[in-house]
Each structure stands twice: as C-alpha cells, then as structure tokens.
T-cell receptor, first 113, second 114 residues
Framework: NAGVMQNPRHLVRRRGQEARLRCSPM?????VYWYRQLPEEGLKFMVY????????ESGMPKERFSAEFPKEGPSILRIQQVVRGDSAAYFC???????????FGQGTRLTVV | QKEVEQNSGPLSVPEGAIASLNCTYS??????FFWYRQYSGKSPELIMS????GDKEDGRFTAQLNKASQYVSLLIRDSQPSDSATYLC??????????????FGTGTRLTIIP
C-alpha cells in the first residue's frame, strides 16, 4: 500500500513562472492537507481539501496560490508568478477521515531562482 | 504567544537514557495531539497520537497529556542514536474533533550521544 505520493520531489522555477505541485493521497484517503515549511521554521497549514471541495483555506495566501482536489486525479497546489519567498518545502498529508491520523508525503522542495 | 511552543533545543541525551520532550499549547479547546519525528531533509513521520488526559504508551514511546495545564510531552525510553531527529508537536481541534488544520510547534532537535 503506497503512501502519500508527491511529485516532483524537487522543482526549480524562475521568478514569475508557475509552479504546480501534485499530491496523490494514500489509497482510501479522501482528505488532503497542504503544509509549507520554510527553512528553519515549523510547518504551516495552508489548505484542507476533500474530493472536489475546499474545506479550509485559511492558511493560503490570498493571491497567487490556489489548490484543487478533483474527482479524478491528484490534488494540485498551484503557485502563480513565483517569487523568491515562495522557496520552501511543501508537504501534503492525507487521512481517511477527519478524526483519524494524517500521514505525510515526502514533500516537494521548491526553489525559486 | 505562539499557539504551540516547544523548546528548540538542541537536546542531548546519552544513549540508553530517557529523552523528555515538552510542548505547551494556547488553544484550550484543542482536542487532538500528535508527535511527529522529522529527520533532516525528510518528511514528518507520525510517532504518537493522544486525545485524552493521561499517558499513552507505544513501545519505547510514551505520550502524556494534561489538558488543564495545556501541556503534552513525549518520553523516549532506552534512547538510540536512530532517535536523533527533530520532534514536532502538533495540535488540532477547536469546534470539531478532528485532525484538520494541524498547528505545529517549531520542533525540538534531539541528539542521542553514543
């Protein structure tokens, strides 16, 4: 049973480009969470999604960031017009239900040059 | 005041000793508490979850929760060099019991000295 799969593992983008980060939850999991970890800082919640629905996006920057979790396919975190400050590790986690434990993927390390 | 506070360390413990990691949280209505282990450059790995006051043991790990004091701790018995990592305390809950919107502390870096 594969764990949470994220790709790409490493992503380099120039300032102004778009970054697309993908997350496939564990089999049987329908709840997906995205977190960002800046260097030497803790994990910060960004968004919580269920299939086709955004449940909580209170941690998402208002501009340039969006997330989706379509009926078919992985969850996508999209960052438009990236800036150097977006450089971070982006982790996805999934859980079976709201009140069960969440498991993390290996993360996508975004570097903006 | 930070929502979840941990001593950043580093905490050095001799091999075979007990490592004690502490965490306090500010939201009184928090319901769920988790400890994650994160090796450098890797993803967080769930170690323990605890939901009610008292102790919960799993192998060499014991989580302790005191909601009145808003305090949660992790004890690691018979510490091994492989336990050297950053330990993240995470809290969730609020109006709903569940693990959405985990709030993490900045982590305590633990080093086990052979």
């Amino acid at each position: 049973n594969a764990g949470v799969m994220q790709n790409p593992r490493h992503l380099v983008r120039r300032r102004g480009q778009e970054a697309r980060l993908r997350c496939s939850p564990m089999k049987g999991h329908s709840h997906v969470y995205w977190y960002r970890q800046l260097p030497e800082e803790g994990l910060k919640f960004m968004v919580y999604l269920q299939k086709e629905n955004i449940i909580d996006e209170s941690g998402m920057p208002k501009e340039r960031f969006s997330a989706e979790f379509p009926k078919e396919g992985p969850s996508i975190l999209r960052i438009q017009q990236v800036v150097r400050g977006d450089s971070a590790a982006y982790f996805c986690a999934s859980s079976k239900d709201r009140d069960t434990e969440a498991f993390f993927g290996q993360g996508t390390r975004l570097t903006v040059v | 005041q930070k929502e979840v506070e941990q001593n950043s360390g580093p905490l050095s413990v001799p091999e075979g000793a007990i490592a004690s990691l502490n965490c306090t949280y500010s939201d009184r209505v928090s319901q769920s508490f988790f400890w994650y282990r994160q090796y450098s450059g890797k993803s967080p790995e769930l170690i323990m979850s605890i939901y009610s006051n008292g102790d919960k043991e799993d192998g060499r790990f014991t989580a302790q929760l005191n909601k009145a004091s808003q305090y949660v701790s992790l004890l690691i018995r018979d510490s091994q060099p492989s336990d050297s990592a950053t330990y993240l305390c995470a809290v969730s809950g609020g109006s709903n019991f569940g693990n959405e919107k985990l709030t993490f502390g900045t982590g305590t870096r633990l080093t086990i000295i052979p």
